[in-house]
C-alpha cells in the first residue's frame, strides 16, 4: 500500500506547482514546444495499466461493510494484512494465520467490530472498536469450514474509517488485467516473481512490502520482503531484468 500512496502524492505535488505558477510554467512549456515537439511527442507512453477501472465502494459504516456478506474480493494489498481465528463469536488476535497474499480470493461473511490490542493496530488503527471482515478461503482445500477475520478499519467516537478499497479488489483482477497473460498470472498466482513482469505484477506476486532503491519505476532496483524471503530485483524499461534471492 505504500508504493500507490507515493505516486498518489507524486502526483499531487506536481499538480499543485503546476497551478501555482501556471503562467510561468506554461511560457516554459511552449519555448520547449518549439523547440522540440516532435521529440516531446515521442517521448509519451501510456501504461495500459493505468487505464483499469478498479470499483470502489467507499464504506461509511458498519452496515455498508455487513453488505458485503456473500460477496466474494480478490486481495489487493498482498502480503500486508494479518488475519486471525473466527469461532463465530470472537476474533483470536493471539494467533495470527500469517497474512493475506496478492490476488487470494475471499468469501466475505459478515462484517464485525471487537476491541483489538496493540499489536494488531499497525496497518488499521484500533479505535474504540476496530471492524473487521469475517471471511472463508474458498480456494484452499486446508481451510475449508474455517472463518478467519482481517482488520478493515475503525471506529472512533461514532465514526468509522475504512480502507476496504485499499486493501481489496471488488472484481476478479485475472479479469481485469487479463492481458497479463498465463504465464504471468500464474506466476502470480504462485506468489513468485519471474523475469519479465513490471513493478505492480511483482507487487501482486510478492507483496507491496518493500523498499525502493531508485525514484524511476520501471528503471531501478527493489527489495521486496516476500514474507521474510527478501528478493532484490532490477527493473529495466519497466521490465523485471534480474531478481535475487537476498537470503541464498
Known amino acids: 500500500m505504500q508504493t500507490g500512496l507515493k505516486w498518489v502524492l507524486g502526483g499531487s505535488v506536481i499538480l499543485l506547482l503546476v497551478v501555482g505558477g501556471e503562467s510561468l510554467y506554461l511560457y516554459r512549456r511552449n519555448r520547449a ?6 521529440k516531446q511527442a ?34 489487493s494489498a498482498g502480503g500486508q494484512m494479518d488475519f486471525y ?10 494467533h495470527s494465520q500469517g497474512v493475506l497474499l496478492g490476488s487470494e480470493k475471499i468469501l466475505v461473511k459478515d462484517a464485525i467490530e471487537q476491541t483489538a490490542p496493540k499489536k494488531a493496530t499497525f496497518r488499521v488503527p484500533g479505535g474504540d472498536k476496530q471492524v473487521l471482515l469475517v471471511f472463508s478461503k474458498p480456494d484452499d482445500q486446508a481451510s475449508a469450514g474455517k472463518l478467519y477475520a482481517v482488520p478493515v478499519g475503525d471506529r472512533e467516537a461514532g465514526s468509522y474509517n475504512f480502507s476496504t478499497d485499499e486493501i481489496f479488489f471488488y472484481e476478479d483482477p485475472h479479469r481485469l488485467f487479463s492481458y497479463w497473460g498465463p504465464e504471468v498470472w500464474n506466476a502470480i498466482d504462485a506468489h513468485q516473481a519471474i523475469l519479465g513482469m513490471n513493478e505492480r505484477q511483482v507487487m501482486m506476486a510478492l507483496g507491496q512490502v518493500s523498499v525502493d532503491h531508485g525514484d524511476t519505476i ?31
Open 42 to 75: 515521442s517521448t509519451y507512453k501510456v501504461d495500459p495499466d493505468d487505464n483499469v477501472f478498479l470499483k470502489h465502494e467507499h464504506p461509511m459504516s458498519l452496515k455498508d461493510e455487513k453488505d458485503l456478506k456473500g460477496r466474494t474480493l480478490w486481495v
Open 33 to 38: 514546444d518549439e523547440a522540440a515537439p516532435a
Open 85 to 94: 481465528p473466527y469461532n463465530g463469536h470472537t476474533v483470536d488476535y493471539d
Open 218 to 248: 520501471g528503471d531501478r532496483s527493489v527489495e521486496f520482503d516476500d514474507q521474510g524471503h527478501p528478493k532484490m530485483i532490477t527493473f529495466t524499461s519497466g521490465k523485471a531484468t534480474k531478481i535475487v534471492d537476498e537470503k541464498q
